[in-house]
């Protein structure tokens, strides 16, 4: 799966405006995961409902940083995902579906905070691109 | 059957009163068309879905999302009979129409999609989780009598 010159535009365009408020789009799309998809919690148990704000915000930055890193590296999202594909593999080992409610979490941020930019176009990129992302990251499960 | 609580009851026919039926139904058609292109098998006879565009301006993917989006308000006033509501458009779509039912979750989520980019901020996480189990109740609902 390759994305088209066109796609590749309207993720970096709209990466321009992700990257102004990252951390806060990770912290709403995981706590949208757990929230609509709770058995996702069964990969966090370290996480303290109290604090549970602040790691989503934490981990939430850490998953952007990554989406961004694909972004910026799109022509190569293996490579620059290498050391993700491998942690995902043998040491996270997230079930593959997932990736799936995770992508869908985000482009439901994304929609909610970018109305105007989210249209059918860049629904369709970056559904493609986040298809993409976990195919990689789940390249090496076996 | 789909089990929401009093909250996402409350929720759900709250935001689905300012929900502009016809409106948010052709969107919600037209995307999955565009995000899912191997869905426009069931529309040959659609006419032009050549670019987002095309599909995004088409009449008849904005007349038949809405009837679509309209059918789906029937099962938001009888979530506790999906089954019962949906009895007759699950066979149509097995015996007539021959829709994989997967399309039926692949649509759901993209209406999901159309309601968070209408709705921003009033789209909580809350309003999304209710929100995902009628669409998954009325996916089920149509495949029920899938033989």
């Known amino acids: ?72 590296n799109i022509d190569n999202v293996s490579g620059a995902l290498a050391r993700l594909s491998e942690m995902h593999a043998y040491i996270l080992r997230v079930d593959p579906v997932n990736f799936k409610l995770l992508s869908h979490c985000l482009l439901v941020t994304l929609a909610t905070h970018f109305p105007a930019d989210f249209t059918a176009e860049a629904h369709e990129a970056w559904d493609k691109f986040m298809s993409l992302v976990s195919s990689v990251l789940t390249e090496k499960y076996r | 059957m789909v089990h929401l609580t009093a909250e996402e009851k409350a929720l759900v026919t709250g935001l689905w009163g300012k929900v502009k039926v016809d409106e948010f139904g052709g969107e919600a058609l037209g995307r999955l068309l565009v995000v899912y292109p191997w869905t426009q098998r069931f529309f040959d006879s659609f006419g032009d879905l050549s670019s987002a565009d095309a599909v995004m301006g088409n009449p008849k993917v904005k007349a038949h999302g809405a009837k679509v989006l309209q059918s789906m308000g029937d099962g938001i006033k009888n979530l506790d009979n999906l089954k019962g509501t949906f009895s007759k458009l699950s066979e149509l779509h097995c015996d007539k129409l021959h829709v994989d039912p997967e399309n039926f979750r692949l649509l759901g989520n993209v209406l999901v999609c159309v309601l968070a980019r209408h709705f921003g901020k009033d789209f909580t996480p809350a309003a999304q989780a209710a929100f995902q189990k009628v669409v998954v109740g009325v996916a089920n609902a149509l495949a029920a009598k899938y033989h």
């Open chain 1, 1 to 72: 799966m390759s994305l088209t010159t066109n796609e590749r535009t309207i993720i970096l365009a709209m990466w321009d405006k992700i990257a102004t408020e990252s951390e806060e789009i990770g912290r709403e799309t995981l706590d949208r995961l757990l929230t609509v998809f709770p058995q996702a919690k069964t990969y966090f148990p370290h996480f303290d409902m109290n604090s549970r704000s602040a790691q989503l915000r934490a981990h939430g930055a850490k998953v952007m940083s990554a989406i961004g890193d694909a972004a910026k």
